[in-house]
């Protein structure tokens, strides 16, 4: 078991561009999810899969934001047109249904 | 919808002393509730959890009780350590059905002193 793993773990950017983060979750875990984590905050939830499904999508998700669990494995997310307003922590979590979900180390997001 | 309200930080404590951070929540049904430790540039760890009313969850000399009358989890340690220094946050899930989705507070930086 080698935990959550995300890469990039840090990421600077020009406002306007477009970024992809990745994560790969537990190898055995169905569920994967993504969380936003701003400075002095609690982590926010963003969205949910099960196996290859987005089930749940949080209001927070704008337009500008996509994600993907292609083959039920890894999941990608992006942001296209960065904002300032983007910049934070965003964070994967990975579980079993009806376990406990583990994060990884996140992907820290500074848009200039 | 549901929240967590946890209390506020900072909190600087000797080593050796004893440590309550409170959290209490909000839900609909029956959720689940756990604390989550973050070390400084790390991830979000789970520290311990409860899933029904007088749960108590445990690790590391920490514990936390789940209190559906008075809807608390307090965390509380006997006698910290420097190496507790980190940001605490205390997190419902919304039971077993649906997403599970974690609903975190606001976090508690925790600071030990030697």
């Known amino acids: 078991d080698t935990g959550v793993s995300q890469d990039p773990r840090h990421k600077i950017t020009k406002r306007g561009q477009n970024v992809t983060f990745r994560c790969d979750p537990i190898s055995e875990h169905n569920r994967l999810y993504w969380y936003r984590q701003t400075l002095g905050q609690g982590p926010e939830f963003l969205t949910y899969?099960?196996?290859?499904?987005?089930?749940?999508k949080s209001r927070l998700l704008s337009d500008r934001f996509s994600a993907e669990r292609p083959k039920g494995s890894f999941s990608t997310l992006e942001i296209q047109r960065t904002e300032q307003g983007d910049s934070a922590m965003y964070l994967c979590?990975?579980?079993?249904?009806?376990?406990?979900?583990?994060f990884g180390p996140g992907t820290r997001l500074t848009v200039t | 919808g549901d929240s967590v309200t946890q209390m506020e930080g900072p909190v600087t404590l000797s080593e050796e002393a004893f440590l309550t951070i409170n959290c209490t929540y909000t839900?609909?049904?029956?959720?689940?509730l756990f604390w989550y430790v973050q070390y400084p540039g790390e991830g979000l760890q789970l520290l311990l959890k409860?899933?029904?009313?007088?749960d108590k969850g445990s690790n590391k000399g920490f514990e936390a009780t789940y209190r559906k009358e008075t809807t608390s989890f307090h965390l509380e340690k006997g006698s910290v350590q420097v190496s507790d220094s980190a940001v605490y946050f205390c997190a419902l899930s919304d039971g077993n059905q649906g997403a599970q989705k974690l609903v975190f507070g606001q976090g508690t930086r925790l600071t030990i002193n030697p």
């Open positions: 979590a990975s579980s079993a249904s009806g376990g406990w979900q583990y």
């Open positions: 839900a609909t049904g029956y959720p689940s």
């Open positions: 899969f099960q196996n290859e499904a987005q089930l749940e």
């Open positions: 409860a899933t029904k009313a007088d």
